[in-house]
């Protein structure tokens, strides 16, 4: 008999570096009974952070998924858990959980509040509209505070967040909460760890407070459901539990309201409250009315509702590589039922897969499950070739499912093995953690012939080197990072171009006008945008998509100094074509020549990654830090203070921002930190152009 999906929840942990996700998801395997014993972070010894790089540094690189059993008001709940990692260069970890999962815990430090990643993947679960509980933990760190966050929660990202809960003492003496939608202190309870708490009378120097957020939340309820506010107007406190409860549901399912709550994981606090809070509050796969995709026969838009009885219909959200089992791909499942053994269809591949077995993941063990149903995340073995982002599905009843973007590496590196016996191994190791992670890139560069890994940041790549080293056995020497530019057109420009080659026999001919300049401002797509003006049959039809095919493949190597070419807009005018001589070939390298005689009276510029700084110091080392990022060429954004130490906010090119951490150590005896995610592309100054332009021709000098 298939469970009923009421009582499933498919919830991610997302934050900031630090802010406690991994530690938050050890206590809930502790008192969801999976774990007897609590693994620490600190120690090294988390569940969730199995990978040995992840116990070293203390990080999460990879999202662990696992599933517990909680028991609410008398039901039992299956929660499937993702635990994402923080740092901004996994930021691709994130973002495909955020794309399966149905709800989120979002955690603040309750001393450092909304910070840079915070940001980020805020604007990620926006993008994707996951509704979301706010968890402010570290409640018993000095300088924490609760209703600071709430606010910067409100003001910074934007959204209502609303206080469920008042935190009784703060600090060392932080001990419990008031509930406010209740009325009543909770105390949890030491001697076992915190699995049961005491009720406890409002302390007096809190009554008002208490009073005044409680008003703000009803408030809030009332205000999202109309037959609440009459009651809210007549008496406030006639409004009951249920009655609050079932209006703040229907508000966060609609991402109106975002409610907040506090505790602090390590001490064991506030932890089982907030999981009661996910029961209630955050969506089960029954309350979406369906998954949209496309039917790939005939384009139409077409859906599968969360039910068993529907075609199957999953999106592998993740590759992974296990010693015992081999290929893993994690899938969340949003129709219909799979039993293992069985057969599947991908819609991108257009083959036939077949699922040998199915796995229950937990972190990096595996529980064997005959089947995955409707609304489950799983992770299945046996098939030959599934990469991130496709739809498995029911083979008489295609769809394809909105994929993942990813975004662009702005990082690379030479690498080449240290023996030649690690020649081989080191193609077939890259392979398998390129199919694992779309932000990992491997190219060989075309002048030196090198191989060239490129990712997110410093800490990805080293990250890369470091499981190429331990798991696949490949030693490598590394050149220095080098920054992944762009080029870009400014101008416009119209070009004729005449193709013709004879040498006895057939020839060749191709003549194309072409008219080429920036994208349209409300082309959204990126890429090549290509435009046929063709009247009268002067190019036959069948030759135009060559005209096209040879403009997008010259694409990945500019005019400048051979970056790629992230977007231009060609528009085909006129042209010419010989009765005998002229063949699709023609006309593909027309455009090639085309491309390379026309783009440089485009006034092309040389675009380079600007990265979001933000470095945390103290006030007297203020004038030092600011003064080393004028120095790197950032532009000041803005600051701020956060626990009597200086926010000093800033955008700064990556190429400036190579070592910057040991710098910045150095300026301020070890006192500041630093934060830096990739923000947008910009054209460089044209000292900096003419630089980068005469390394790389002196360069493919040198090459030949």
Known sequence: MSRDLKYTRNIGIAAHIDAGKTTTTERILYYAGVNHKIGEVHEGAS????????????????????????????????????????????????????????????????????????????RLADNYGVPRIGFVNKMDRSGADFLKVVKQVKDMLGSDAVALQLPIGSEDAFKGVVDLINNRGIVWNE?????????????????????????????????????????????????????????????VLDNSIVPMVCGSSFKNKGVQTMLDLVMELLPSPLDSEGVKGTDPRTDAEISRKPDVNEPFAALGFKIATDPFVGRLCFIRAYSGKLDAGSYVLNTRSGNKERISRIFQMHANKQNPIP??????????????????????????????????TFPEPVIGLAIEPKTQADVDKLGIALGKLAEEDPTFRVETDQETGQTVISGMGELHLDILIDRLKREFKVEVNQGAPQVAYKEAITGTTQHREVYKKQSGGRGKFADIQVVISPIDADYDKGGLQFVNEIVGGAIPREFIPSVEKGFASAMSNGVL???????????????????????????????????????????????????????????????????????????????????????????????????????LRTITSGRATSTMEFDHYEAAPRGVQDEIIAKSKGRIKSED
């Open 47 to 122: 569940t969730m952070d199995w990978m040995v790089q992840e116990a070293e540094r203390g990080i999460t690189i990879t999202s662990a998924a696992t599933t517990v059993f909680w028991n609410y008001r008398g039901d039992k709940y299956q929660v499937n858990v993702i635990d994402t990692p923080g740092h901004v260069d996994f930021t691709v970890e994130v973002n495909r959980s955020l794309r399966v999962l149905d709800g989120l815990v979002f955690l603040f430090s309750a001393v450092d509040g909304v910070e840079p990643q915070s940001e980020t993947n805020w």
């Open 191 to 251: 001697h076992d760890k915190g699995m049961t708490f005491t009720e406890v009378p409002i302390p007096d120097d809190m009554v008002e407070e208490v009073a005044m957020y409680r008003e703000k939340l009803l408030e809030a309820v009332a205000g999202y459901d109309e037959s609440l506010m009459e009651k809210f107007f007549d008496d406030p406190n006639s409004l009951t539990e249920r009655e609050i409860l079932n209006a703040l549901r229907a508000a």
């Open 371 to 404: 089947f995955i149903e409707a609304g489950d995340i799983g992770a299945v073995v046996g098939f030959k070739d599934i990469k991130t982002g496709d739809t498995l599905c029911d083979e008489k009843h295609p769809i394809v499912l909105e994929s993942m």
């Open 561 to 663: 100094a051979g970056y790629p070419i992230n977007d231009f807009k060609v528009r085909l005018i006129d042209g010419s074509f010989h009765a005998v001589d002229s063949d699709a070939l023609s006309f593909e390298l027309a455009a090639r020549m085309a491309f390379r005689t026309a783009l440089p009276k485009c006034s092309p510029v040389l675009m380079e990654p600007i990265m979001k700084v933000e470095v945390l110091t103290p006030e007297e080392n203020m004038g030092d830090v600011m003064g080393d990022l004028n120095r790197r060429r950032g532009q000041l954004q803005g600051m701020d203070t956060r626990n009597g130490a200086q926010v000093i906010k800033a955008l700064v090119p990556l190429s400036e921002m190579f070592g910057y951490v040991t710098q």
